[in-house]
């Protein structure tokens, strides 16, 4: 366990927490006007490596070089010129911080940290956070890696789980989920949506398959996988034999055989380090995938189409319907995809660069 102290007067500025591996979805911004949850659970936080918030630097002033050499392949309007390392954490481990409520950037709900630090040290006075709550973004406290350090609590930290202990443990992302809107002629209103977790995995996923791909067509496992990821890879991929084979690959499944050319596979929560398969498999390109959001099409769950009288029976894991299903397909987020994809140096080929120099033709169509 670790608390955050202020740099300037050494003021503790976190209650204990525990490291995680960065979410997916750390960076989206989804839809208009949604109130999205918050992005760390309590006791956690995880640290961002790439630089993220003002001072930005515009493509034209970075130039390739500049931005291959921070692992950036592809034209992007602004890279962060700040700097690297920022500490994530629920805004309800913070402590002994005062927020500074002029400084909400651009936001129209809240606060988005545009204007950079928002949040002072209480003991010195010393900027030491961000904090983010505005619409369409992931709650979250931003700490300023030169404005904090880290301090061992106790003189140890928590050895990580095991991929069997979080087997056995079974934490799951649902697929789809209930969103909360300000557009409501009476406040809020709420709505089943595809989860914005799931579509920021997704994007991140998408990618690289699409590297995976070599420029030829992809297939993927059926069920939930398929319908997440198959129909984009149709359109963005061309058609015709042969096809490259992917699979779900991890703890507790059967090792996938010598044909298979891609594995989806599992990223630790908390390590951020990617199940790694043995045996034929091994050599295979891994597409990372959460943890939570693997688990649903790699172990599916039954769900009864009509509730049972009486007691559950054995076997039976639930025994009411399932969530109701969104109206409309699946899209990964466009965001987490382009961030992603300009990071993999695969982009640098030709047919992947026109793939995303088309990204806005395609959100007009509704594939992302």
């Not at 697929?175 to 989860?195: D, K, N």
């Not at 198959?230 to 096809?243: H, K, M, N």
Request: glycine share 10%; net charge negative.
């Amino acid at each position: 366990m670790f608390v955050f102290a202020c740099a300037g007067c050494g003021a503790h500025l976190t209650a204990p927490l525990s490291e995680v591996a960065l979410p997916a979805h750390a960076h989206q911004k989804y839809g208009n006007g949604i109130q999205l949850p918050v992005l760390m659970e309590s006791g956690t936080f995880a640290v961002d490596p790439e630089p993220w918030g003002p001072p930005w630097r515009r493509w034209e002033e970075i130039g390739p070089d500049e931005a291959a050499a921070r692992g950036v392949y592809a034209p992007v309007y602004a890279l962060s010129d700040g700097v690297p390392g920022a500490i994530v954490i629920a805004p309800g481990d913070a402590r002994g911080t005062r927020l500074i409520p002029e400084k909400r950037g651009g936001a129209c709900c809240g606060l988005d940290g545009a204007d950079g630090p928002n949040m002072v040290c209480e003991t010195c006075g010393l900027p030491v956070a961000s904090r983010i709550d505005d619409c369409s973004l992931w709650q979250a406290v931003w700490l300023s890696p030169d404005a904090v350090h880290r301090l061992l609590v106790d003189g140890t930290d928590a050895a990580p789980l095991s991929w069997e202990e979080l087997m056995a443990e079974g934490k799951r992302t649902p697929p789809f989920e209930p969103m909360a809107t300000w557009g409501g002629r009476l406040g809020t209103s709420h709505y089943w949506s595809w989860s914005p977790r799931w579509e920021a995995a997704a994007g991140r996923a998408l990618a690289h398959l699409l590297a995976a791909s070599h420029g030829g067509p992809v297939t993927v496992p059926g069920g939930l996988t398929e319908e997440v990821f198959q129909r984009t890879l149709d359109v963005l991929l061309p058609a015709g034999p042969p096809a490259r084979r992917a699979v779900l690959a991890g703890p507790g499944m059967s090792a996938p055989d010598a044909g298979v050319d891609i594995v989806l596979v599992p990223v630790h929560p908390q390590t951020g380090q990617t199940w790694v398969p043995a045996g034929p498999a091994a050599s295979a390109y891994p597409v990372p995938l959460p943890f939570g959001v693997w688990l649903s099409p790699a172990f599916p769950r039954p769900h009864l189409p009509v509730p049972t009288p009486g007691a559950v029976p054995d076997g039976v894991l639930r025994d009411d319907p399932p969530p109701p299903r969104p109206h409309r397909l699946f899209r990964a987020d466009w965001g987490t995809f382009h961030h992603t994809l300009v990071r993999l140096p695969a982009v640098r080929s030709a047919w992947l660069r026109e793939i995303l120099e088309s990204l806005t033709q395609h959100m007009r169509t509704r594939l992302f």
